[in-house]
């Protein structure tokens, strides 16, 4: 089980940290990511971190900054944004995967096995 917290409504330029606890696993099995589904969109990935932290991937829209961490001692991730935009809107949902391998987590979309439900972000000008 996914949950994730953290949004909330923020200026332009401002920072908002995103979390996500999981339960009934063992965490460090799962390699985790963001996505996010803004109004009339279809859902986005955003980010993704392998199982150890070693390999990380953002997409380009927000590569520079947010950052995806993990700490495998709390069953969390985290998910900082900065220098948050308006077009950052959204509904933000962690997911994990068993099975993906930590190289290619560029291809994390097809390999998400659980979903935590979403936390609104949204970011006025």
């Known amino acids: 089980q996914l949950q994730a917290f953290g949004g909330g409504s923020v200026q332009a330029g401002e920072s908002l940290r995103l979390s996500c606890a999981i339960s009934?696993?063992?965490?460090?099995?799962?390699?985790m990511g963001w996505f996010r589904q803004a109004p009339g969109k279809e859902r986005e990935f955003v980010a993704a971190?392998?199982?150890?932290?070693?390999?990380?991937y953002y997409v380009d829209s927000i590569k520079g900054r947010f950052t995806i961490s993990r700490d495998n001692a709390k069953n969390m991730v985290y998910l900082q944004m900065d220098s948050l935009k308006p077009e950052d809107t959204a509904v933000y949902y962690c997911?994990?995967?068993?099975?993906?391998?930590?190289?290619?987590?560029?291809?994390?979309?097809?390999?998400?096995?659980?979903w935590g439900q979403g936390t609104q972000v949204t970011v006025s000008s």
């Open positions: 971190i392998g199982r150890r932290s070693v390999n990380i």
């Open positions: 997911a994990a995967s068993r099975s993906i391998p930590s190289q290619s987590l560029r291809l994390f979309t097809g390999y998400v096995h659980f």
């Open positions: 009934g696993g063992t965490f460090t099995n799962y390699a």
